[in-house]
Each structure stands twice: as structure tokens, then as C-alpha cells.
């Protein structure tokens, strides 16, 4: 059973505007919640990231939203550039019990700008 | 700042053989973690190491096993290799510190082929 999930496999947006990538969790227990950035043949970057406590961070032209009562979860991308193109995960930990190091995964949006 | 780097780049194996994948991880971070990506899936959370001690595992075999040496860099080895091991391996550090947050920064992986 996933916990995370995202469950667009693919977004196509115009340069320019905004890419809104969702994601839904289902174990409570999570509390500090990540989006990673992932081209071919590299490892996944680190984005952004967002602690419980919160509903919203943001970083420049990236903001994540924080729904707890939803479980759910959404990265903004404004504005939108060829270059953001790649596939994004979004992934949970819980911190409580210092399981910082088991990050739980969603299957990753493909994102794609067009200029 | 020197990033997390993984060797070999690429590997076959065949079924039954053995395989060792090392990392390096980022200059001042103490924790290494391991993801394994198949096709089409988010990274899967392996295991982690907290100067040099097993610090949780994920929902694999005792086949896999691993090392975190007194530099922090780390060692993951898979013994008697099945065709479903076929993946890209991820190594991730991060620094741990008692009840914080802290993100993980990945190195560019290891893609492992078994025949």
C-alpha cells in the first residue's frame, strides 16, 4: 500500500505559467515532507521542504503548500522555465523517533514546460 | 563543498554474483542512506548508517547489507543477485542531528543490470 502517492504521472505546462504538482499522503505518523527534482541520469535534487508545523515554505520561484487535515501536499512552480522540465517526487519522513533516514517516496510527476 | 559521489557508474552482474557499490558522502554530513529506484517507481529506502552503525532498514532481504567506514563514506552490498535487483541504486547523506530536520542530498546512483 503507497503512503505517499502522486497521482499525475505527467503535467505539460506553458512557459510562463504555473506548474501546481500535487501530492497525498496517508500515514499521519508523517511530519516533515520533501520534493526532490530528478533529470535523467542524475540523482534526484533537493528542492524544498516543509515541516508540519507549517502550511506553507517558500524558495524563490517554489512553494510548498502543507494541507494536514487533507493529508495532502502541492509544489508551486511560478514562473514556469524550460529548464524546470524533469521529474519531481514528492517524499514524507516522520522525525519522531529519529527515523529521519526512511524517506518515503511517491512515483514521481514528469513535468515538461513548453517554451 | 564536495558532493556525494557513487562508483561504479553502471555495472552488469549475472544472477547468483555478488556486488559491492561504494559512496562518498558530502563534506561535514555524518549519515548515509540507500535508495534503490526500479523503472518507473520512486526510490525505494533501503538502509541507513550513523557513524558507522545500522540507524533503520527498509523492507529488504539480509542479502543486502552494508558498511559506514570512519570518513562516513559507505558500502552496499548485495549478495546472490536475482534479476529483480535490476535498478538504480541511490545513495543519499545527510547530517543527523538529535530531534532536527535535515534534508538528504543524493549522489547520481549506480545503475546495476543483472542477467
Known amino acids: 500500500d503507497q503512503q505517499v502517492k502522486q497521482n499525475s504521472p505527467s503535467l505539460s505546462v506553458q512557459e510562463g505559467r504555473i506548474s501546481i504538482l500535487n501530492c497525498d499522503y496517508t500515514?499521519?505518523?508523517?511530519?516533515?515532507f520533501l520534493w526532490y527534482k530528478k533529470y535523467p541520469a542524475e540523482g534526484p535534487t533537493f528542492l524544498i521542504s516543509i515541516s508540519s508545523i507549517k502550511d506553507k515554505n517558500e524558495d524563490g520561484r517554489f512553494t510548498v503548500f502543507l494541507n494536514k487535515s487533507a493529508k495532502h501536499l502541492s509544489l508551486h512552480i511560478v514562473p514556469s522555465q524550460p529548464g524546470d522540465s524533469a521529474v519531481y517526487f514528492c517524499a514524507a519522513s516522520s522525525l519522531r523517533g529519529g527515523s529521519q533516514g526512511n524517506l518515503i517516496f511517491g512515483k514521481g510527476t514528469k513535468l515538461s514546460v513548453k517554451p | 563543498e564536495t558532493g556525494v559521489t557513487q562508483s561504479p557508474t553502471h555495472l552488469i552482474k549475472t544472477r547468483g554474483q555478488q556486488v559491492t557499490l561504494r559512496c562518498s558522502s558530502q563534506?561535514?554530513?555524518?549519515?548515509v542512506s540507500w535508495y534503490q529506484q526500479a523503472l518507473g517507481q520512486g526510490p525505494q529506502f533501503i538502509f541507513q548508517?550513523?557513524?558507522?552503525?545500522?540507524?533503520g532498514r527498509g523492507n529488504f532481504p539480509p542479502r543486502f547489507s552494508g558498511l559506514q567506514f570512519p570518513n562516513y563514506s559507505s558500502e552496499l552490498n548485495v549478495n546472490a543477485l536475482e534479476l529483480d535487483d535490476s535498478a538504480l541504486y541511490l545513495c543519499?547523506?545527510?547530517?543527523?542531528?538529535?530531534?532536527?530536520?535535515?534534508?538528504?542530498?543524493f549522489g547520481p546512483g549506480t545503475r546495476l543490470t543483472v542477467l
Open positions: 500515514n499521519s505518523m508523517f511530519d516533515y
Open positions: 543519499a547523506s545527510s547530517d543527523l542531528t538529535s530531534g532536527g530536520a535535515s534534508e538528504q542530498f
Open positions: 563534506s561535514g554530513h555524518n549519515t
Open positions: 548508517y550513523y557513524r558507522e552503525e545500522e540507524n
